[in-house]
T-cell receptor, first 111, second 117 residues
């Protein structure tokens, strides 16, 4: 059975800190790994990763994939209170294009 | 980029009534749409895969007679929660991807928060 495991499940940091969120997976026919940010509504897309070792970057957020060790990390530098959200990792495994989601990491950034 | 519109954004209904939720892909055609459900502080759980012009595929444990899915066109899928009960109260999210773009991510509607009283 396909599995996506995120850690930690929750995290509290101070503004300005750097955080690293982890996602490990076990899937058959891996196609891509995606990160989403979810605030009060539906998830918004952050990154899609398909190749190992290539960092994707958007402002203070960056992510990288290791297909050999089957994990990805999402880094957020100089965190702001607006970064407070649940960060979801999902894997696309070619099985009908539906995504398999992890449980998410709930991040709280305090002023 | 691809946009998915979901309506209504929230609904309150009485136990025993039915509620219909619409999901539209606004600038692309979606032969397949996905319906997820999310309970408080939990992740998204796939309920069913909606296929245009054919029957939906339901995940294990999801009652197909309770959660009716219709995908009558390439841009519209509907989910009807029939004879709703308080335990059906949840956040329902539809999603779709542009299959003409192999590298496109899954895009989500804004979700529907259903409360059954």
């Amino acid at each position: 059975e396909d599995k996506v495991v995120q850690s930690p499940l929750s995290l509290v940091v101070h503004e300005g800190d750097t955080v690293t969120l982890n996602c490990s997976y076990e899937v058959t026919n891996f196609r891509s790994l995606l990160w989403y940010k979810q605030e009060k509504k539906a998830p918004t897309f952050l990154f899609m990763l398909t190749s190992s070792g290539i960092e994707k970057k958007s402002g203070r957020l960056s992510s990288i994939l290791d297909k050999k060790e089957l994990f990805s990390i999402l880094n957020i530098t100089a965190t702001q209170t607006g970064d407070s959200a649940v960060y979801l990792c999902a894997v696309d495994s070619n099985s009908g294009y539906a995504l398999n989601f992890g449980k998410g990491t709930s991040l709280l950034v305090t002023p | 980029g691809a946009v998915v519109s979901q309506h209504p954004s929230w609904v309150i209904c009485k136990s025993g009534t039915s509620v219909k939720i619409e999901c539209r892909s606004l600038d692309f055609q979606a032969t397949t749409m996905f319906w997820y459900r999310q309970f408080p502080k939990q992740s998204l759980m796939l309920m069913a895969t909606s296929n245009e012009g054919s029957k939906a595929t339901y995940e294990q444990g999801v009652e197909k007679d309770k959660f009716l899915i219709n995908h009558a066109s390439l841009t519209l899928s509907t989910l009807t929660v029939t004879s709703a009960h308080p335990e059906d109260s949840s956040f329902y999210i539809c999603s779709a991807r542009d299959l003409t773009d192999y590298n496109s991510p899954l895009h989500f509607g804004n979700g529907t928060r259903l409360t059954v009283t």
